[in-house]
């Protein structure tokens, strides 16, 4: 995968520390860009979870401590700009990403990207949920556990695999690293 190609930030030449920063301007504009998307066209855009789509492909295109920034603030900042998420429900969904970047890491070494990037997102979403009952718990978050039916998240889990597949096959000529 490119991404473990990529030097970290500290390491990357001025050139390629330009690319990761119009790579993140880029995805923070289009980010901040969906709640008006959404309004304006009425359409619930949120509900395929862009966020995950943008630190994904923040992940194949830049590099892990990248994306795993993005991962953090992107939820946050869009929470403070327009409200949404919740800041508190921002928080958890800022984990959930992150845990997303690190678990692909781990299982795509064991079963393959293809896999690997399915095994993350069951896990990540494990995470999310664990943590928003704990806040609802705690009356930190005042939700129901699930607010988004398995069927539409089905559809976002099989949009996110459609992305990152397209990236695989645009960018690499041997696939195999899909399959392990």
């Known amino acids: 995968m490119r991404s473990g190609n990529v030097p970290s930030?500290?390491?990357?030449?001025?050139q390629s520390a330009l690319m990761i920063l119009i790579s993140d301007i880029l995805i923070v504009i289009v980010i901040y860009a969906i709640p008006s998307v959404s309004h304006l066209f009425a359409l619930p855009v949120y509900m395929i979870e862009p966020f995950r789509?943008?630190?994904l492909i923040s992940y194949m295109y830049t590099n892990r401590v990248n994306a795993l920034i993005l991962a953090f603030s992107i939820p946050i900042f869009s929470s403070l700009i327009s409200g949404h998420p919740p800041i508190f429900k921002s928080f958890i969904i800022s984990i959930e990403l992150?845990?997303?970047?690190?678990?692909?890491?781990?299982?795509?070494?064991?079963?393959?990207?293809?896999?690997?990037?399915?095994?993350?997102?069951?896990f990540s979403k494990i995470i999310y949920y664990f943590l928003k009952a704990f806040a609802i718990q705690l009356a930190l978050v005042q939700a129901p556990l699930v607010t988004?039916?398995?069927?539409?998240?089905?559809l976002s889990a099989l949009v996110t695999l459609l992305v990152f597949v397209a990236w695989k096959v645009m960018n690499e000529k041997n696939l195999s690293s899909l399959w392990k």
């Open 98 to 122: 992150m845990a997303l970047i690190i678990s692909f890491k781990h299982a795509s070494l064991k079963y393959g990207e293809f896999y690997g990037i399915i095994a993350a997102m069951i």
């Open 148 to 154: 988004t039916g398995i069927g539409t998240q089905m």
């Open 53 to 55: 789509i943008a630190v």
């Open 9 to 14: 930030l500290v390491k990357d030449n001025s």
